[in-house]
């Protein structure tokens, strides 16, 4: 009885847990991209130098460290937010997101095969991977179901109710 009242719950995190994992694979070139761009390939090797002459808790530090600068940023979000700011609020946070994701990519990039020398890392780096395939498992059925519905295939209620609206819509574009 609880189990199935908390499915919606679990289904809402993998789908969180997933918008992250999209975000971390999609930016990653991105990053990749803007280290291309700029002489930021220079810094990565850099970067990669010194990370392969610390030991692996002094790589974690490496990895943490870049994620504190982000807080201020956040913080004149929630500030923004606020104080109704409802735009600006918006932007800043998307703005700190993906630049937390982006900036976390590049160095975990750098820092990964000295972070997986530690056991536990490795295990949780292994945790996140099943997470992540368990989640994509929870969720595939709901995405299929839903494109299923805004496709209008089905016999259900619901996909009659999309056909109707794509129809109407398309009607009023076509009257235009």
Known sequence: MLRRLL???WILLAIIFLIEAWLWDHLEPIVARVVAAIPLNTFKQWLAERV???SPAMTLIVFIVPLFPLFPLKMIGMWLLMH???MSAFTTLLFAKFLGVGVTAFIFDVTRPKLLEMAWFEKLYEAVLALRAKCK?????VKAK???MLRGDG????????KLIL??????HQAR
């Open 137 to 141: 498992a929870m969720v595939d059925p």
């Open 167 to 172: 129809r109407f819509r398309k009607s009023v």
């Open 84 to 86: 109704q700011y409802w």
């Open 52 to 54: 392969d002459s610390l």
């Open 155 to 162: 016999d259900r209620w619901t996909a009659r109710a999309v």
């Open 146 to 148: 839903m494109l299923e």
């Open 7 to 9: 499915q919606p719950v």
